[in-house]
């Protein structure tokens, strides 16, 4: 991974994939699964936001951000002070990745996204810099559960 690191990004990339295939899967059923995730893992206050986007599979593309927890959306280090995090991209599958895939996508449609592992607990645990899960201190080890 070419990123250079910082709060919100590692070299190390670890990236978890969702994809489903099937008659009549709408952007609406993809939202709605996005949105069911945030709450289940991040809690019922979450507040997430969807922004177009390009993604070479999928058609059309979008972001999914969700306000800073660290700083409830006032603008912070971990945010790049805009109030907002990106956790994952997604779009509903591209009818020629279909067709490549030998599936009629006249009769079938589907979604896919994916989200950096990283990022996602670095938001559930309130880490301020992703880094910190990678290092071998005890102290921090110890702060996420690890290291007893």
């Known amino acids: ?3 250079t690191a910082d709060a ?6 670890h990236q978890m994939e969702g994809l489903l295939i099937d008659y009549k899967v709408t952007m609406a059923d993809l939202k709605s ?9 991040l809690g019922e206050g979450v507040h997430v936001r969807f922004r177009p986007s390009f ?9 999914v951000d969700m306000q800073c927890a660290r700083c409830d959306g006032a603008g912070c280090r971990v945010c790049k002070y ?5 956790i994952l991209g997604a779009g509903m599958v591209h009818p020629r990745v279909l067709e490549a895939a030998r599936i009629d996508p ?9 989200m ?3 990022r996602i ?19 921090i080890l110890q702060q996420l559960g690890g290291g007893q």
Request: net charge negative.
């Open 1 to 3: 991974r070419p990123d």
């Open 8 to 13: 919100t990004h590692y070299p190390m990339f």
């Open 33 to 41: 699964v996005l949105r069911l995730f945030a709450v289940s893992y």
């Open 55 to 63: 993604f070479p599979f999928v058609e059309p593309g979008m972001e």
């Open 82 to 86: 805009t109030g907002w995090m990106e």
């Open 106 to 114: 006249e009769r079938y449609t589907g979604f896919a996204f994916g």
């Open 116 to 118: 950096g592992v990283d």
């Open 121 to 139: 607990a670095m938001i559930r645990h309130a880490i301020d810099d992703l880094g910190h899960m990678f290092r071998t201190d005890l102290r």
